[in-house]
Nanobody, 122 residues
Framework: QVQLVEFGGGLVQPGGSLRLSCVAS????????MLWYRQAPGKERELVARITRENATEYAAAAQGRFTISRDDVKRSWYIQMNNLNNEDPAVYSC???????????WGDGYWGQGSQVTVSS
């Protein structure tokens, strides 16, 4: 079994910063891509950022220049530092990963964190 647990989130003023963390645990052989998604009320879920095992990163246009994704493979953790948050950023942020479980040769990407609410308000 593979579990993803998120930490962080909460309320921040416009222009403020938040850092979300995601920790993977369980029967994991390795993790390839580590990702963050978000879903705002009434909108579809969207990819915010991705980091590969080679530390290549990809960002949504709305996140570029303000958000930074990073990973720590020893801790099986990844993070997203969100700066200069604005009123377009409130959403439930969820981590996701492409994981190879132990005793398997295949990769799955259906592993999700529990979701963290990010609210931006003065």
């Amino acid at each position: 079994q593979v579990q993803l647990v998120e930490f962080g989130g909460g309320l921040v003023q416009p222009g403020g910063s938040l850092r979300l963390s995601c920790v993977a645990s369980g029967n994991i052989h390795s993790i390839k891509d580590m990702l963050w998604y978000r879903q705002a009320p009434g909108k579809e879920r969207e990819l915010v950022a991705r980091i590969t095992r080679e530390n290549a990163t990809e960002y949504a246009a709305a996140a570029q220049g303000r958000f930074t994704i990073s990973r720590d493979d020893v801790k099986r953790s990844w993070y997203i530092q969100m700066n200069n948050l604005n009123n377009e950023d409130p959403a439930v942020y969820s981590c996701n990963a492409r994981v190879r479980p132990l005793a398997t040769t295949g990769w799955g990407d259906g592993y999700w964190g529990q979701g963290s609410q990010v609210t931006v308000s003065s």
